[in-house]
């Protein structure tokens, strides 16, 4: 039966003394420096000059491609009423000035997302990253 001192009897409590710590050891180190060899080849694209810092989160990226799109829509609806007002023409101005206005904003998330060449720029745009 076991002490009240040494449940195991052992004279220590809890799982035992470990039979050689510096092997385990060894074996973490090894396994460290492998990882950050892993780590180091995966992230050679952020040490080419990429500065991830600067770039926008994902809820900062969503407000900035909301915002464009709104903002071409509501230049375009705003034209299209300007132009009904003095030509007179009722409902025409600011239906084409809608229609003009959603496919500007569709064009700038586009070019903001990077998905679109810049204007004068041609060419086919860059392959969207995984």
């Not at 385990?24 to 950050?36: A, K, N, P, Q």
């Not at 071409?72 to 809608?98: C, E, K, S």
């Not at 998905?115 to 745009?125: M, S, T």
Request: glycine share 16%.
């Amino acid at each position: 039966m076991a002490n009240k001192d040494r449940p195991d009897g052992t004279g220590e409590t809890g799982r035992g003394r470990q039979p050689d710590a510096s092997i385990r050891d060894d074996e973490l180190e090894r396994r460290r420096r492998e990882l950050e060899a892993s780590l180091a080849s995966r992230r050679t694209d952020r040490l080419e000059g990429k500065d991830e810092a600067k770039a926008a989160t994902g809820y900062g990226q969503a407000l900035k491609l909301s915002s464009e799109f709104i903002a071409g829509v509501v230049v375009g609806v705003g034209l299209g009423w300007i132009i009904d007002r003095l030509a007179g023409t009722a409902p025409w101005g600011l239906i084409v000035g809608l229609l003009l206005g959603f496919g500007a904003g569709i064009l700038n998330v586009l070019r903001s997302a990077g998905l679109a060449p810049e204007f004068g720029r041609g060419g086919k745009p860059p392959e969207p990253k995984e």
